[in-house]
């Protein structure tokens, strides 16, 4: 990360970007695209920073049906859908079940609890009930207690920037694998995924980003490493990230 770029504590970035109206864009290219375009932030962009480190080691569990309910639900593009994972911040060993709903007016909620960092690979019986109350809500009757279960685990390091002047939030996220539950894993050396977060203005890292010829994905961390790990899933809805991005990995794996 840019050492140019002025440090910001956790506290100090959540009270100044939670309140934004936030719209979504993601971003996937090249490790030297990234560094080409983020260097071009002035200088005063700020970088999440704790204990001295500006980036940090997440890892993400996803759990889904035996039939993959929750990744069928998202690859034919349903409007009601869910994911369920925990996320874990591995520095600090802290980690959350989150569950992310969209509903039949295509609103998307994500809620979150607390979770046992040494059982983020397992569902617990408090993870399933919290899933379930989740899921009743949308419309998806009560699962078998077994029907959940670790599908796949992402990781990767993570930065965070503020642009200045409420020019919004960007995550970087580098150094990406994937794994299935079986134990067989995707690596993809120099990919970067940036995830932007802005207000009711267009942010300034994605302006940076149109400038350099990069435009928005379509991309999911589970979806998307679902399908590239098991090629007989459908997988149209993100056909262009797996064949520019995805298949030359597996092609050398």
């Not at 100090?12 to 290219?29: F, G, P």
């Not at 040494?118 to 949308?138: I, S």
């Not at 930065?159 to 134990?183: F, H, K, M, V, Y």
């Not at 300034?204 to 590239?228: M, Q």
């Amino acid at each position: 990360m840019n050492p140019r770029f002025v440090p910001i504590s956790l506290e100090e970035l959540v009270a100044e970007a939670e309140l934004l109206t936030r719209v979504d864009r993601k971003y996937v290219m090249t490790e030297a695209q990234a560094d080409a375009a983020l260097a071009a932030l002035p200088e005063w962009t700020r970088v999440l920073t704790i204990g001295g480190r500006r980036a940090f080691a997440y890892e993400s569990c996803y759990f889904d049906t035996a039939d993959l309910l929750s990744f069928r639900m998202a690859a034919h593009g349903r409007r009601r859908r869910f994911k369920l994972r925990t996320r874990s911040y591995i520095d600090t060993e802290d980690a959350y079940l989150e569950l992310k709903t969209r509903g039949a007016r295509s609103t998307t909620v994500k809620e979150r609890i607390v979770y046992d960092f040494d059982t983020r690979d397992e569902l617990t019986d408090e993870g399933r009930d919290y899933a379930a109350t989740g899921l009743d809500a949308l419309g998806i009757p009560r699962l078998r207690d077994d029907e959940l279960r670790p599908t796949l685990a992402t990781r990767y390091e993570r930065s965070t920037l503020l642009a200045p002047d409420g020019g919004g939030r960007a995550t970087i996220d580098r150094d990406l694998s994937w794994e299935l539950a079986n134990g067989d894993e995707l690596r993809v050396p120099g990919l970067v995924i940036v995830e932007t977060k802005s207000g009711l203005r267009t942010g300034d890292v994605d302006r940076l980003l149109w400038r350099h010829g990069i435009r928005p994905s379509t991309i999911s961390k589970y979806g998307t490493g679902l399908a590239a790990l098991r090629p007989e899933l459908p997988s149209n809805k993100w056909a262009r990230v797996l064949r520019q991005n995805f298949r030359p990995a597996l092609l050398t794996a």
